[in-house]
């Protein structure tokens, strides 16, 4: 890439930085940068900086550097004087970013203020702030979290410090909270910079962000950093590098005590009414606030207001109308401040609470019988508009379920399934026909409805309705598969009743007519006819050894006029017999059991045989259950195994429960592994000075002695195809370091010995070598201390264009080397440049998820040679 370079701008510059240096003033205390989605690839970002009011800077005007090789200047949109000598100063932004990617916001501002005790000599250190998000369409826009408590505080010596920055994010994304150094000029660590001395500990809390500092040593001014990192679909979007400054002083004054506040969790449009209590162990007057997404609300907004105090005492009130809009997965985070007003020194203390809510249950749930043998259900829109869907649930008979009141949903072990998921919130109806199986008449069915919503939140279940399906006529009670053989007997049977009054004082003559096929086509006359009303079992001879189903149906029909007769009921039943269908699998048979009835088997007793004839004899069983499915497992890959099943149920008539008993066919199969692996679960991270990722990952013990190998599949980004790029073959090795590359997209899959994949594990995307970064002094003076020019991070680029020129423009180095490795000596000469300021411009070719970018770096470099060096001449 070709670089003009505006030689008489670079000597203006170098003139003027003497009296530019002269020019600042160190007075930088605290700050952060957040981020709104407008449209498109724009974004609204606010600076917030702290400062010392004492100090005679003063940045109506600060630069921010983009990401994307581009650098603005922001104009300050406010001030605010703040107590202790801090002043607020607020800075707001747009910029159109080209495309997606990842990018990392930088604003600096020279200096610290003074003192700061863990940051070595910050008078002289520059300020900045540091903000990385990545702009996704895969992921959808995103806004950064609010930060509602301001970055600075105070904390009494040797007494435990907890400060919490009150992160709310509209989005309902995840977030996480670590320590994190804080730095200088670029966004780099500053060099020396330690953690405040702590008697026991400095953390904080990953889930609810509580920086807690147990106890501060020592009195005087301590910086720390916090990133607020954002989580969505298990991908990194977003982190904030929070930089905070905390006063430690000698008191004896004790904190003020919050009393205990409970987490709630509530129906939309409930109201939620609090009252707290902060109470002083000193007796001094409290300041008591409270901060979170509720207060930010344009409609139904969050109140807090203080209701009484008085010495040793303050109390307030919390008061929130919710409404549906209010509906997520993740809980809202109340964060309630409270500040003694001591005349030595003002101590704070906090407490957060959560505020979970759920959108109200379905309404007016009904369920419709239909002589198809279906059921039809109805229900009325959930008033939560932002619903995805609804899922339906069904029991048999009714069940009394007592919901979680903070997750929503059917629970788990109600004797409710999930049965169906609808795709819209506008779906309010559904048919059930038990996936084409038919539901059995005289059965209560009874159902509940939830909504659900994109980000995983579930309503509560709606209120429970049942239906019953009429019976059809003769009612069938019986398809018992009785011999195994070619030639083999299958026992038929129905009711009597309710044919008298069916038949009412009709004078007949009456038969049944029972009619049978191979797949409920019925087509062929009937197998069976009789005038005697009392026969309702027949013994059908057929072939019971062929792998299908026999399906059966019963007519009854009037026969007073002769002829052809009139069919009295059409709405007819049809019975089954039994089939057990199996699924082979490792060391295992999977059994359901196929069948199409009107009476409900409550019951199935499997038995296991060696052969499919009339041997196979239910000896012994091997087990039972009342679901439709069974698993035969221990059992010996490639050896056939046999099974045939005898099924109990019922069916309900007029009130009358009316029981049954039935064989099956026989069904064989022999077992073989196909069953994969388990699945892994991979982690990742970037080794940037050795230009590496490394991969670790899990694996259940249990699964371990099935694995051979693992593979691992890498993309360069999140677009490309993945590819397979190695395997692992020691199943107990749980790394893998993929040389050469620190930026790209990776999962991985366990292999058995037959050849079986695993599903691929979760996906991690490793991006994190971005802090290419140059010094700004060396000293090639031939004493093996800081002798050579050298890049920091250099083994993730690619190349670069450097180029250094000298205060006249004379171009004095360049390379293409990452790693720079300037000795200092002319390019030209190969003698040692003077000591002196020189000025660089540095094109940074970066490898990133997003694909190839390129980065410009410029800036100065103090150089202090050695005595051979000769001056320039102009």
């Not at 994969?676 to 050795?690: M, W």
Request: with cysteine; charged share 20%; hydrophobic share 35%.
């Amino acid at each position: 890439m070709m670089k003009h370079i505006n030689i008489r701008k670079i000597f203006c510059v170098l003139v003027f930085l003497t009296s530019c240096m002269a020019g600042q003033a160190t007075h930088n205390r605290a700050g952060q940068i957040v981020y709104k989605h407008i449209s498109g690839y724009t974004y609204e970002f606010t600076v917030t900086t702290f400062t010392y009011t004492l100090s005679a800077a003063d940045r109506p005007q600060l630069d921010i550097s983009w990401g994307d090789n581009t650098v603005s200047t922001m104009t300050r949109d406010s001030i605010r004087t703040l107590p202790d000598n801090y002043r607020k100063n607020t800075y707001v932004i747009r910029h159109t970013y080209p495309g997606a990617g990842v990018y990392t916001i930088v604003v600096e501002d020279p200096n610290r203020n003074f003192g700061v005790e863990n940051i070595p000599n910050s008078v002289n250190v520059v300020f900045s702030v540091k903000t990385i998000f990545r702009i996704d369409p895969n992921l959808g826009a995103n806004n950064a979290p609010e930060l509602l408590t301001y970055p600075i505080d105070k904390a009494a010596l040797g007494q435990v410090f907890i400060h919490n920055p009150s992160a709310f994010d509209m989005d309902g994304d995840s977030l996480s909270y670590e320590l994190t150094p804080c730095t200088r000029d670029r966004g780099v660590e500053i060099e020396g910079y330690t953690p405040p001395a702590a008697s026991d500990s400095l953390v904080v809390n990953a889930v609810t962000g509580d920086l807690i500092w147990a106890s501060p040593m020592h009195v005087g001014i301590y910086n720390v950093a916090i990133q607020i990192n954002e989580w969505r679909q298990g991908v990194k979007i977003g982190s904030i590098a929070r930089d905070m400054q905390v006063e430690v002083v000698d008191s004896r004054n004790r904190p003020p005590v919050i009393e205990p506040i409970g987490s709630l969790c509530v129906k939309a449009g409930e109201k939620i009414d609090l009252r707290i209590r902060a109470t002083d162990p000193d007796n001094d007057q409290i300041v008591l606030t409270a901060t979170g997404g509720p207060f930010g609300f344009d409609s139904n907004k969050a109140t807090f207001t203080v209701t009484g105090s008085g010495n040793g005492y303050t109390d307030a009130h919390f008061v929130w109308q919710t409404d549906h809009s209010h509906v997520r997965k993740q809980p809202y985070i109340i964060s309630v401040k409270a500040e003694d007003q001591n005349t030595e020194v003002k101590l704070v203390a906090f407490a957060g609470f959560s505020i979970t809510v759920l959108a109200p249950e379905i309404e007016d749930l009904t369920a419709t019988p239909d002589e198809k043998k279906e059921i039809s259900l109805a229900w009325s829109p959930t008033q939560s508009s932002h619903a995805a869907g609804y899922e339906i649930y069904r029991s048999v008979g009714r069940e009394e379920i007592h919901p979680d009141s903070c997750q929503g949903g059917v629970p788990a072990g109600s004797g409710y399934e999930k049965i169906a998921v609808t795709a819209s919130v506008s779906s309010t109806s559904y048919i059930d026909n038990n996936n084409g199986k038919s539901l059995s008449p005289g059965i209560e069915y009874c159902y509940r409805v939830t909504a659900y919503f994109a980000d995983g939140a579930k309503s509560f279940p709606s209120g429970e309705t049942c239906a019953v399906l009429l019976s059809g006529m003769p009612p069938m009670i019986l398809a018992s598969v009785e011999t195994i053989d070619p030639s083999g007997k299958v026992d038929v049977g129905w009711l009597r009743k309710p044919l008298d009054d069916l038949i009412g004082g009709k004078p007949g003559p009456f038969e049944y007519r029972l009619f049978y096929s191979e797949s409920m086509d019925f087509d062929a006359p009937p197998i069976y006819i009789t005038q005697n009303l009392v026969d309702t079992v027949y013994e059908h001879t057929v072939d019971t050894k062929e792998k299908y189903i026999h399906y059966y149906k019963v007519e009854l029909w009037d026969m007073q006029n002769g002829g052809d007769g009139e069919l009295l009921y059409e709405d007819f039943e049809t019975a089954s017999t039994l089939y057990p269908g199996l699924q082979a699998s490792d060391r295992s048979v999977d059994i359901t059991f196929e069948r199409y009835t009107p009476w409900l088997n409550t019951e199935y007793t499997v038995y296991r045989c060696l052969s499919t004839g009339a041997d196979c004899l239910p000896v012994d069983s091997i087990g039972f259950t009342g679901r439709e499915i069974y698993r035969d497992a221990g059992l010996v890959n490639g050896q056939s195994y046999c099974y045939r099943i005898r099924s109990r149920g019922y069916r309900n008539i007029d009130g009358i429960k009316y029981a049954n008993e039935n064989w099956s066919h026989v069904a064989c199969v022999a077992p073989f592994d196909n069953i994969p692996p388990c699945t892994p679960e991979l982690a990742g991270e970037s080794i940037c000075e050795e230009t590496r990722n490394i991969l670790t990952w899990t694996y259940m013990e249990n699964c371990m002695e099935d694995v051979e190998k693992y593979r691992i599949f890498y993309s360069p980004d999140r677009i490309q195809p993945y590819r397979a790029i190695d395997s692992v073959m020691n199943r107990d090795l749980h790394s893998y370091s993929h040389n050469g590359a620190t930026v790209g997209c990776y999962y991985l899959t366990a292999t058995d010995g037959n050849g079986n994949e695993s599903s691929q594990s979760n996906i991690v995307c490793l991006d994190e070598c971005g802090d290419y970064d140059l010094p700004n002094v060396f000293s090639p003076n031939g004493d093996n201390l800081n002798d050579v020019f050298k890049s920091f991070n250099p083994a993730a680029i690619a190349t670069v264009d450097m180029k250094i020129f000298n205060r006249w423009g004379k171009l004095v180095f360049k390379t293409s080397d990452a790693a720079i490795n300037w000795d200092g000596r002319d390019m030209d000469s190969r003698r040692f440049v003077p000591s002196g300021v020189y000025y660089y411009v540095c094109d940074v070719y970066e490898e990133r998820l997003t694909g190839s970018q390129i980065r410009t770096l410029s800036g100065f470099i103090h150089v202090y040679t050695g005595n051979d060096a000769k001056p320039y001449e102009k």
